[in-house]
C-alpha cells in the first residue's frame, strides 16, 4: 500500500478524487492538506510515496517552497511530485515529476498513480539488464563494467521502463500521454528530444548489437538484441 497526499484547498477536487480513489480500490493512501505547511508539519518524519500539490489553490511563500524541495531531495528516489498550476519558483529547479494542468482528468490522473505504483514496487537493488547495463529504476542509474555510472533524469526512467515492459513497439502518442501526459504545451520534439540524450547515455560509442531505439510501426521499441534473455 502507498500513501498520496494531496495539497489543495479545493474541496471538490479533494472530494472527487477521494471518490475516485474508492472506486478504483487501488490501495492508496489518501491525506488531504490545505496548505504545504500544515501538509510539511505532518510529514514530519516521513513524506508520502506521492505528492499532489495544486499551486494554483494553495500557493506557499518561498521559504515553505524550499523546504519541500530539501525534503524531497533527501528522500531520494522517491517520493514523486505531481504540480497542479503553474509550477512555483525552486519547485521547477528540482525537477517536477509531472505537471498537470485544468481541468484535471481524474480518469488520467488515476492512471498515471497506477503506473506509478507498479514503479515503486521496484525493490531498491532490482537491477534490469540492458545490454552492456545495468538499469536500476529506484536509484535512476545504470551501471557497467570499466563504465563511471550514469545518472537518469526521472523522465529518462518513466521512458526507459516504460518501453522496456512494453512487448511490442510504442506509439509516440501513447510514449507522450504515459510520461508526460496529455500537455498541450509540450513541445513537438520532447519525444524525440529524450529518445536522443538516452541513446547518447546508453551508446557512448557505437555498439555491435546495433541501436538501442528501433523505430516500427510509427513507434518505438527497444531493440531486442539489447535485452537480457529473461526480459
Known amino acids: 500500500m502507498f500513501s498520496l497526499g494531496l495539497i489543495s484547498a479545493d474541496a471538490a477536487l479533494a472530494d472527487a478524487l477521494a471518490e475516485q480513489l474508492k472506486r478504483a480500490d487501488n490501495g492508496w493512501q489518501f491525506a488531504v492538506f490545505a496548505s504545504l505547511a500544515d501538509a510539511l508539519a505532518a510529514w514530519s518524519e516521513r513524506l508520502p510515496a506521492l505528492v499532489l500539490w495544486d499551486a494554483q489553490q494553495s500557493p506557499a511563500d518561498a521559504a515553505t517552497t524550499s523546504s519541500l524541495v530539501t525534503r524531497l531531495e533527501a528522500a531520494r528516489p522517491v517520493p514523486f511530485l505531481f504540480v497542479l498550476g503553474e509550477v512555483p519558483d525552486g519547485v521547477e529547479a528540482f525537477g517536477v515529476t509531472e505537471h498537470l494542468t485544468r481541468p484535471l482528468r481524474l480518469g488520467y490522473l488515476l492512471s ?34 570499466g563504465q563511471e555510472p550514469v545518472k537518469l533524469t526521472e523522465k529518462e526512467v518513466t521512458l526507459l ?71
Open 161 to 231: 521502463e516504460y518501453l522496456y515492459a512494453a512487448p511490442e513497439p510504442v506509439s509516440r502518442d501513447e510514449l507522450l500521454a504515459a510520461v508526460w501526459g496529455y500537455d498541450a504545451a509540450l513541445d513537438t520534439h520532447t519525444l524525440e528530444t529524450h529518445i536522443y540524450r538516452l541513446r547518447r547515455k546508453l551508446m557512448p560509442v557505437p555498439d555491435a548489437r546495433g541501436d538501442v531505439f528501433l523505430t516500427d510501426q510509427g513507434g518505438y521499441r527497444l531493440n531486442p538484441a539489447w535485452r537480457s534473455p529473461a526480459a
Open 112 to 145: 498515471r498513480l497506477n503506473f506509478y505504483e507498479r514503479l515503486l514496487k521496484h525493490a531498491p537493488d532490482v537491477e534490469l539488464e540492458l545490454g552492456p547495463w545495468l538499469f536500476v529504476p529506484r536509484t535512476r542509474s545504470l551501471t557497467a563494467a
